[in-house]
């Protein structure tokens, strides 16, 4: 029992460390935070899908050794077509950045269209797109914690609790930066510079992905 506090402490900075980077899913939570739709509901989902991901690689891939080169390779092949799709999204957006961005109120002439509302179905569903068909979702957070918590023996269980832990408090940490974002930001040119920068991101993701087959 006195080793249970320090592996949980374990697993929740691993987790924290392996998420916070700017991915494809953190930036699709600061995008739907910025756009004001269904924020919230997009941080409960990538939550629990990085908690069914900690899970699956804690209590199953661990022990069977990671994922075979058969299903990582599919993974990694509907990675890259989905990133190389919402890359060009963003792209556009970067190219006609008054046709995306909702917050700009420069002056009744030049104020740009709102986005599209989508249905919280929609919204289900690119959250899970975005945490399930990213490969390195399933190396770093299934495959590599479920690694880790090997090493913990009997406290593999506390370990992967602190895992699931530390996502939910990123992603609630990162919902109320989106959120507060997106009640200040009205600049058309920063979100053209997000756009870009989002673009520019899927696409270098997806090549690298790419090269990794080669």
């Given amino acids: 029992m006195t080793l249970a506090f320090p592996t ?19 930036a699709h939570v600061l995008r739907m935070g910025l756009q004001r739709q269904h924020l919230w509901l997009t941080v409960a989902v990538c939550a629990l899908a990085d908690i069914v991901l900690i899970s699956l690689g804690v209590f ?10 058969k299903l990582l390779g599919a993974l990694i092949g509907a990675g890259v077509l989905f990133l190389g799709v919402y890359g060009w999204q963003a792209f556009q957006r970067f190219l006609k950045p008054l046709a995306a961005a909702p ?17 919280q179905r929609q919204a289900i569903l690119s959250a899970l797109a975005f945490s399930w068909l990213n ?49 200040r930001l009205n600049s058309l040119h920063i979100w053209r510079v997000l756009d870009g920068a989002v673009a520019l991101m899927m696409w270098g993701t997806a090549a690298w992905l790419l090269a990794g087959l080669v």
């Fill in 8 to 26: 949980f402490t374990a697993g929740m900075v691993l987790s924290m460390s392996l998420i916070m980077a700017i991915g494809p899913q953190n």
């Fill in 60 to 69: 199953g891939l661990a022990q069977l050794g990671g994922l075979s080169d």
């Fill in 103 to 119: 917050l700009a109120t420069h002056n009744a002439a030049a104020a740009p269209q709102a986005p599209a509302p989508i249905s």
């Fill in 135 to 183: 490969p390195h979702a399933w190396l770093d957070t299934a495959v590599l914690i479920g690694t880790a918590s090997l090493a913990y023996g009997p406290g593999s269980k506390a370990f992967g609790l602190g895992a699931a832990t530390g996502s939910v408090v990123w992603f609630l940490v990162l919902g109320a930066a989106a959120f507060w974002l997106g009640r």
